[in-house]
């Protein structure tokens, strides 16, 4: 993209949906993701109503888009990878096996049978 290329709210939009569609994303799952009540305030952004801080911040955050991009349409839609991405993957990663050991320990407590999470 060139560097004069300005995108509009709706051509955002656009370019959000299509990433959610490459990625199965629902309207639902990225409200949910997003922590907004509803889809309807994910709707209003794939069809062109513009962004807030806090909305870009909170899709830059959960999707990894460039918060600059959304707000002023200039750059690209996916920030480039830098170490605060490194090293948020590494903290997710971290974080999900704590959740798969509480899980575990929960099913021994409960008496269920362990769901199994490795071939």
Do not use: W
Request: hydrophobic share 40%.
């Amino acid at each position: 993209m060139e560097q004069n290329d300005v995108k509009t709210p709706r051509e955002i939009g656009r370019m959000i949906a299509a990433y959610f569609k490459e990625h199965h994303i629902s309207q639902e799952d990225a409200a949910e993701r997003l922590g907004f009540a509803s889809k309807q305030v994910v709707a209003n952004q794939l069809y062109g109503k513009r962004f807030g801080r806090a909305t870009a911040a909170k899709y830059a955050t959960v999707f990894g888009f460039d918060e600059m991009f959304l707000l002023t349409g200039k750059g690209e839609l996916v920030a480039a990878p830098s170490a605060d991405n490194k090293r948020l993957k590494e903290e997710n990663e971290k974080l999900l096996a704590i959740i798969a050991s509480q899980q575990e320990t929960i099913n021994k407590l409960s008496g269920q049978p362990q769901c199994a999470l490795a071939p």
